[in-house]
């Protein structure tokens, strides 16, 4: 029996476990495996990654608390109606399937939302036996937008192909319910981005837009996030893309840099006062809030609907479109 799971602190005030005041509540219940020690993977700008040396109670900028399980279900019983999803993230340690399934049968026992798990690359029968207790989504985390980027910063440990293998093989158990995440500014250009971004859509799985964060005691904490203007075109042409509105081979790019759309002037400006293409994305309902980004901003990911003063700033940082 699992004793411990970490529980995102924001994910902790809405379920009552301890105070802390919210600019923006999160719609999605965030839980990570507890494990002692490191991931058994190396990317190099993941604090809980093998040989880094960052505070191991985060991922990202979130502080991860970890919590007697039985509490967590407790809490989750009470106040489950005000999410609309459950993550479980996991780090690669050794039987971490039997952790997943175990946290999955105590979660639905608790609660009826839709459960996403993101996880490594695990063996096709592992994500049937995921799907058989009630999973609703499964993430692999692509997160390098290129081969060559993803052996830079991930290769220690996983592989491109074995990162599409298994997204293939996780479609074919959950279909339409697989995402992956990529982050944007770990040294792709604008082009490489949308291309995979396009690619992954073509095959069926659902994207969601990180933007690299340094991460104090990870190799990569000296590295700059991503332009902003640069990370608004990538989520505009990803909008154009999964809403079906505009292909990559539609667009024009410059030396690596996004230089049309290929959209209409006007209504490509009609998308961008919907404020849609640049709120969180990934799975429904999934609002990560200031995951990647202080609450100061700049705001990469919106939380929730941009006011119409949000509204003059994206258009400012989009620049003349
Ligand atoms: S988009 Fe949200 S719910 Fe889906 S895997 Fe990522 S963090 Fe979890």
């Known amino acids: 029996m699992i004793e411990r799971v970490r529980v995102a602190f924001g994910t902790g005030v809405v379920l009552g476990m301890w105070e802390g005041q919210l600019e923006v509540r999160p719609t999605t219940a965030h839980f990570l495996t507890y494990h002692e020690g490191r991931c058994r993977a190396n990317c190099k700008f993941c604090p809980q990654a093998r040989e880094s040396t960052?505070?191991?109670r985060r991922l990202s900028r979130v502080i991860w608390s970890h919590c007697r399980l039985e509490k967590v279900i407790e809490a989750l019983n009470k106040h489950s109606h005000e999410f609309n999803r459950i993550c479980i993230q996991a780090v690669n340690f050794p039987g971490v399937v039997d952790e997943l399934c175990e946290l999955v049968t105590h979660m639905k026992k608790a609660s009826s939302l839709p459960i996403s798990v993101s996880c490594q690359p695990l063996r096709s029968k592992d994500f049937r036996k995921l799907?058989?207790?009630?999973?609703?989504r499964i993430s692999i985390a692509l997160d390098a937008a290129t081969p060559e980027l993803f052996k830079r910063v991930k290769g220690d440990g996983y592989t491109w192909d074995g990162h599409i293998k298994?997204?293939?093989?996780?479609?074919?158990v959950f279909?339409?319910?697989?995402?992956?995440?990529?982050?944007v500014g770990l040294g792709e250009?604008?082009?490489e981005m949308i291309r995979t971004i396009q690619f992954l859509h073509d095959m069926g799985i659902t994207v969601g837009l990180f933007a690299f964060t340094p991460v104090p005691g990870t190799p990569l904490y000296s590295k700059r996030p991503p332009d902003i203007t640069s990370y608004r075109k990538i989520q505009l042409s990803r909008f154009l893309i999964v809403s079906g509105k505009k292909r990559v081979e539609q667009m024009r790019?410059?030396?690596?840099r996004l230089a049309d759309f290929g959209m209409d002037r006007e209504a490509l400006k009609r998308i961008v006062r919907s404020g849609e293409p640049f709120r969180t994305s990934g799975c429904p309902h999934c609002n990560r809030p200031f995951y990647n980004e202080s609450p100061r901003g700049p705001l990469y990911n919106y939380p929730r609907r941009p006011t119409s003063d949000d509204l003059k700033v994206i258009q400012n940082e989009l620049g003349n479109l």
């Open 54 to 56: 960052s505070d191991i």
């Open 131 to 136: 799907a058989r207790l009630g999973v609703e």
């Open 166 to 172: 298994a997204l293939k093989q996780a479609r074919i």
């Open 175 to 183: 279909g339409n319910f697989v995402t992956t995440h990529l982050i």
């Open 189 to 191: 250009s604008e082009e």
């Open 253 to 256: 790019f410059l030396n690596g």
